[in-house]
């Protein structure tokens, strides 16, 4: 469905539903068809130039060592943005679709983000939101199915620490709440906090500088406030990004009474706020949160100043999300270790599959699984659906730059450059 992007001055930008418009090259879609209401047309074109660094960045790894050191506002200064559509426009963006602001953001990770979620074909930016939470929706229907087919869930209970078989040089088992658990293969399916605390913990993992570097990574605080108010408010979009104060931190809001089965028809209000990088958020308690959550929401849409709070729901999540700063690349790790028998999945662990945030994640899972099989010699491999393949003049823009990129590889040019 249709949704919008508000700055600090006033709604900035409408996004419509793309697949119902007539199809144009990228990225003309999101140039033409999307609304622009406080923006002028010289200011949407100084962005046209960064197509040039969206054709270089082909997701390898060369690309990812050329453009991961620089910051995202580097990026867009040297591509020569307006200071407008950067402010007003891509900074909120990009503190929702990366949870930090521009300057913490790697160019590199903004690059792919930007190219899978909006600019490799017109339809991208569309989005399919859950009619209800995930949670209920997707994993736990899930999860029901996997126990019918033998899969057992070990719910709270921590991993402490490897058993290394010296002979083999693989992963004997683990241990876990009190017990040990052995298996053949196993998978860390985990954010980077989690792994962090688990290399802490294991005299294993921390004999391998592939999970010593890992040590590095960063993760981002994130916070979600839903709220029962007393009574209705308009809202012109179900789904909105927001810049917070003085644009530190990034969040949005969502109409729960039109996404959500359980809320339409409900005679109150029901609202969800997303924020990201809360890092002076998340020390607040729940009625000082709720207060910033309502005086938020009043500046974007005037009547939530004429309502009350009758009920809350608030949920924490210290260094959950992945931070992207420049440089991290470096530090992720590949979906294969050092030990022959123990895997990785997540979104910040590195592919080439193309595909981004909880989408990567269960691509990258799907690619663990695939090792697995690989390694045991057993069972069926999954079939893993490739991104949709680049718009033709990107293709041949594309061709076109590798083959320029390999002759000036051959001239005698000085290598002492640092880009």
């Known amino acids: ?18 697949q119902d418009l007539p199809q144009l090259p990228s990225p003309l879609g999101a140039l033409i068809h999307t609304q622009f209401l406080r923006l002028d047309l010289v200011d949407r074109l100084t962005s046209v130039s960064l197509m040039a660094a969206v054709v270089d960045f082909d997701n390898t790894d060369t690309a990812w060592r050329k453009y991961d050191p620089i910051t995202a506002r580097e990026l867009f200064r040297q591509f020569g943005f307006s200071k407008k559509l950067y402010q007003d426009v891509i900074r909120p963006m990009l503190q929702v679709g990366l949870f930090v602001p521009p300057e913490q953001c790697s160019a590199a990770a903004t690059l792919a983000m930007l190219y899978y979620l909006i600019l490799a074909h017109q339809n991208d930016f569309d989005a399919v939101w859950c009619r209800g939470t995930v949670k209920e929706k997707i994993f736990q229907p899930w999860k029901d199915f996997m126990r019918t087919q033998g899969c057992v869930f070990l719910e709270g209970r921590k991993v402490m620490d490897f058993l290394f078989d010296k002979v083999t040089g693989c992963i004997s088992g683990i241990a876990c709440g009190g017990e040990t658990l052995n298996a053949d293969a196993f998978v860390l399916a985990v954010r980077i906090s989690t792994i962090q605390e688990i290399i802490k913990n294991s005299s294993v993992l921390r004999t391998r500088d592939e999970f ?4 590095n990574l ?12 007393d009574g209705k ?22 109409d729960l009474n039109v996404l959500q089965d359980e809320h339409k028809g409900d005679p109150m209000q029901v609202i969800q706020s997303d924020f990201y990088y809360t890092n002076e958020l998340l020390v607040l308690d729940d009625e000082h949160l709720v207060g910033k959550t309502m005086s938020y ?14 009920d809350r729901e608030i949920s924490r ?11 991290s690349y470096d530090y992720m790790m590949r979906g294969s270790t050092s030990f022959p028998n123990l895997f990785m999945a997540g979104d910040w662990i590195i592919n080439r599959h193309g595909s981004w945030s909880q989408e990567k994640s269960y691509v990258t899972g799907l690619e663990a699984a695939n090792r697995i099989v690989d390694y045991l010699e057993y069972g069926d491999f999954a079939k893993i659906i490739p991104v949709e393949e680049d718009e033709q003049h990107i293709q041949a823009l ?22």
């Open 317 to 327: 999540f210290p260094k959950s999300l992945t931070h992207f700063f420049p440089g």
């Open 398 to 419: 594309r061709g076109l730059n590798r083959s320029f990129n390999e002759i000036r590889a051959q001239l005698p040019l000085p290598s002492s450059f640092l880009w």
């Open 233 to 254: 408010v308009t809202i012109p979009n179900a789904t909105n990004i927001c810049s917070g104060d003085e644009n530190c931190f990034g969040w949005t809001f969502f």
């Open 212 to 215: 010593l570097k890992a040590m």
């Open 218 to 229: 960063a993760g981002v605080d994130a916070l979600s406030v839903k709220l029962r108010l």
């Open 297 to 310: 929401l009043a500046d974007v849409v005037k009547e939530f100043g004429n309502c009350t709070v009758v």
């Open 1 to 18: 469905m249709k949704s919008a992007l508000y700055s600090s001055e006033g709604l900035e930008v409408e996004f419509p539903i793309y």
